[in-house]
């Protein structure tokens, strides 16, 4: 259900035009996905996300080595996003608003040394296709210009699943793989490789969220990476003014 580390969509005008008796039906798996995750009504009534928590990243060349980061995440329909990453030498946040996209770094100790960068394009669209990913739970892809794709069975962790591929636009896929008996997601994959897996669970407003994100990447020297992000508290349809998610004014330096 959730985004992968870092985390798109390109969203074409045209698509919102197909008439819907060109559009695939759903998968059968998928009805079955948001089921366990909760009842219809109360999917359609996530408006926003908001998580907080603790990042652990590990040191590619030793695993033994940790660096932890303070996490706030948010997601807002229709296109809204923010992160901030809070160490004890930076402040990293990146935010999309719709089709703007930018990232601010600051210093911990001192607030008057930033750099800020606006997102090219390529980066926007992941984290549009990202948003949808955390806020459709599993439907709706035509309606943002993506589609689906049915990839057959698989045996993940001895759990037989069914592949469903989230094509959000070229080099911007998520391969879902749901567990057959009962919906419940059991392993993501990138296009990039990248793998992600959820665990435990927190249930709140009558959604099922997962309490940990573990994300494994590799490197160029083919190194692994793992990123794990632990949540403490998850909140539903708070209402975040448009403010949060703008790019800031370059002043004040």
């Not at 703007?100 to 549009?128: S, V």
């Amino acid at each position: 259900m959730i985004f992968s580390l870092p985390r798109v969509l390109v969203a074409v005008l045209s698509a919102l035009l197909v008439a819907p008796a060109l559009q695939a039906a759903e998968p059968a798996i998928l009805a079955k996905a948001r089921a366990y995750l909760g009842t219809e009504s109360a999917l359609d009534a996530v408006k926003s996300v908001h998580y907080i928590g603790t990042l652990v990243s590990s040191d590619p060349a030793d695993a033994t080595k940790q660096t932890r980061a303070a996490m706030e995440i948010i997601f807002q329909k229709p296109g809204q996003q923010r992160i901030v990453a809070t160490s004890d030498k930076v402040i990293e946040t990146t935010a999309l608003d719709s089709y703007d996209g930018w990232q601010r770094i600051q210093d911990a100790a001192d607030a008057t040394k930033w750099r800020q960068t606006l997102l090219g394009t390529e980066q926007i669209k992941r984290l549009r296709a990202n948003t949808w990913e955390n806020l459709a739970f599993f439907r709706g892809i035509e309606r943002v210009g993506g589609r689906l794709e049915e990839q057959g069975t698989k045996t993940v962790d001895g759990v037989a699943c069914q592949k469903i591929a989230f094509i959000h636009g070229p080099g911007i896929v998520f391969y879902r793989y749901f567990e057959t008996a009962t919906g419940r997601l059991v392993f993501t994959e990138t296009e990039a490789g990248g793998t992600i897996r959820e665990q435990g669970e927190m249930v709140v407003n009558g959604v099922r969220f997962p309490r940990s994100i573990v994300t494994s990447t590799k490197n160029a020297q083919g190194q692994s990476q793992t990123v794990t992000i632990n949540f403490e508290k998850i909140v539903v349809n708070t209402v975040f003014p448009d403010i949060l998610f703008r790019v800031p004014a370059l002043k004040g330096r």
